[in-house]
């Protein structure tokens, strides 16, 4: 099966860009980066020793209801480009030994029994597995220590 790995839509992060609020009707914060773990959920790479990023609240969903997590990302202060082609594993999946992955419906609601943290190298053929259940319509990765969203996950 091929993987599509979504980053936050172009539009999103071009509101906070322009001085847009966040999840929490909050201006995102201003940090320099020390090079170590920011990873920007707009080009999936991670904000280089030095640069500027945005700290900020975010919810990965439509739909605002229960299973509607909200948490902190990073995003590049400055604009920059979306992640690449989509189907090739973007870096920021490759620089923790281990991530949590969740299913969700159609309904962009957990589907109890597809969470797990699981080692960077089994990473993709989780999300195979999950994808492959007719009841799971994307999977989430997660940061395995802090829970923060890292990218979406469906069929190509």
Known sequence: MA??????????????????????????????????GVPCRHCLSNVEA?????????????????????????LHAEECPAAADGQTMPPVLTSSKDYLLRGYGAD??????TGGVIPQ???EQRAEELLARPDVAFVHVRSAKYNCYQCRIERC
């Open 50 to 74: 030095d640069q500027p990023y945005l700290i900020l609240a975010y919810r990965p969903f439509l739909s605002v209801q229960p299973y509607a997590e909200m948490g902190p990302i990073f």
């Open 121 to 123: 190298e089994q990473l």
């Open 3 to 36: 993987l599509r790995y979504i980053c936050m839509p172009a539009e999103e992060a071009q509101r906070i860009w322009r001085g847009g609020r966040d999840a929490n009707g909050n201006l995102p914060e201003r940090h320099i980066s020390d090079g170590d």
């Open 108 to 113: 962009e609601r957990i589907v109890y029994g």
